[in-house]
């Protein structure tokens, strides 16, 4: 069994405008970094920013062998809409939710969470990197 706890952000200067998404995943036993990430995503809104943060994440979570995955965010919305508080309505947001819940039931179990943004600083962080210095591509890092 592998579990990682994951802290996932996306961010949009303007709505839509420039975005970025970040993401940390850390050994939920050890608390080891095993990945971090950050990708410029081009024009998007903010709420594509933060559901495309919980898809990249997972995809790397999934390649790292995890079988559980604690999910932490600062957008509210976003961990309603994954534990199925709040319904996904807008038409651009449906297919990346049913892309991360398809991935989600890859897994045997998750949580899913709201954290406040004073606790979400490092998925922040990287959000900011991918917009203010990659605007092409990604930066992956992985510790080890």
Same mark, same amino acid.
């Given at each position: ?16 405008g420039p975005a970025g998404l ?12 095993? #990945?971090? @990430? !950050?990708?410029?995503? *081009?024009?998007?809104?903010?709420? &594509? ?6 898809? /990249? ?44 819940? #398809?991935? @989600? !039931?890859?897994?045997? *179990?998750?949580?899913?969470?709201? &954290? ?6 490092? /998925? ?21």
């Amino acid at each position: 069994m592998r579990r990682l706890v994951i802290h996932t952000d996306g961010a949009a200067r303007g709505n839509p405008g420039p975005a970025g998404l970040g993401a940390i995943l850390r050994d939920a036993g050890t608390g080891e970094t095993l #990945a971090e @990430l !950050a990708t410029y995503l *081009g024009v998007r809104t903010n709420n &594509v920013a933060e559901w495309s943060a919980v898809e /990249a994440a997972l995809d790397e979570a999934l390649r790292l062998g995890a079988t559980h995955v604690d999910l932490r965010m600062d957008s509210e919305l976003v961990a309603r809409q994954i534990a199925g508080i709040y319904k996904v309505k807008h038409p651009d947001l449906k297919p990346i939710h049913a892309r991360v819940m #398809a991935q @989600l !039931a890859r897994l045997n *179990g998750y949580t899913v969470g709201h &954290v406040p943004r004073a606790l979400n600083a490092d /998925a922040d962080r990287l959000s900011n990197v991918a917009i203010d210095e990659l605007r092409v591509g990604t930066l992956p890092f992985e510790a080890g």
